[in-house]
């Protein structure tokens, strides 16, 4: 099993630029594990955490529901916000800058071919880089993401997550609100959820992070919790 796992970090692309980056990925690891199972090869997969924000972008996942988005054609344009239809689980959301999205394009046979413990695990790393700034998150039982107050009235989620999986490869993964301008989450109805906040980390605490730092405790949790080997 290969556990090296190269991280990138993109900066600021555009949506269809790192959709198209992240399929050319994947699709070259599904072939090669097609390949070693059809000719009975042993040639190693690659591993990827790539992170990355995004100018202003609504996308709909597979089970989404385009009503929950609450712009038109007009509306997108004056939010200077695109709008895609994508192939990953979940329904819609919002990313944009200060936002970390990462993309772990992992070959699960490398690590473990368990996707909920795939998610649960993704999630752990959030709510551990979360602590380290003394903000205490956990999980909402039901749904996927990272939450604040989960057990009450006051419930918001700071982390949303949707995946793809296909041979046990997998792409899309999740996006963290650090620096995020949550005004954007107010033009659709987030994963569905119509009842619940969002926030994220300079809300709760009021300040302005350092996207690099925040970037850099959450790579590690990741590659701890995974048993990763980073390059």
Known sequence: ????VKYIDWGLTDYQEAWDKQESIFNETVALKTQNRTENTDLETPNYL????????????????????????????????T???????GDITYHGPGQIVGYPILDLDNFFTDIHLYLRTLEEAVILTL?????????YEGFTGVWLDADNEKARKICAMGVRCSRWVTMHGFAFNV????????????CGIDDKDVTSMQRELGR???????????????AVLFGMNLI
């Open 131 to 139: 602590a380290d700034y003394g903000i205490k998150a956990g999980r």
């Open 50 to 81: 790539i992170f990355n924000e995004h100018p202003h972008v609504y996308t709909l996942g597979k089970s989404g529901k385009s009503e929950n988005l609450l712009l038109d054609e007009q509306g997108l344009v004056a939010k200077q916000a």
């Open 1 to 4: 099993m290969n556990k090296k």
């Open 179 to 190: 620096n995020a301008d949550l005004a954007y989450f107010k033009n659709i109805v987030p």
């Open 208 to 222: 302005e992070l350092d996207m690099e730092e925040v970037k850099t405790k959450l790579k590690n949790h990741i």
């Open 83 to 89: 709008y895609h239809k994508i192939n990953r689980g």
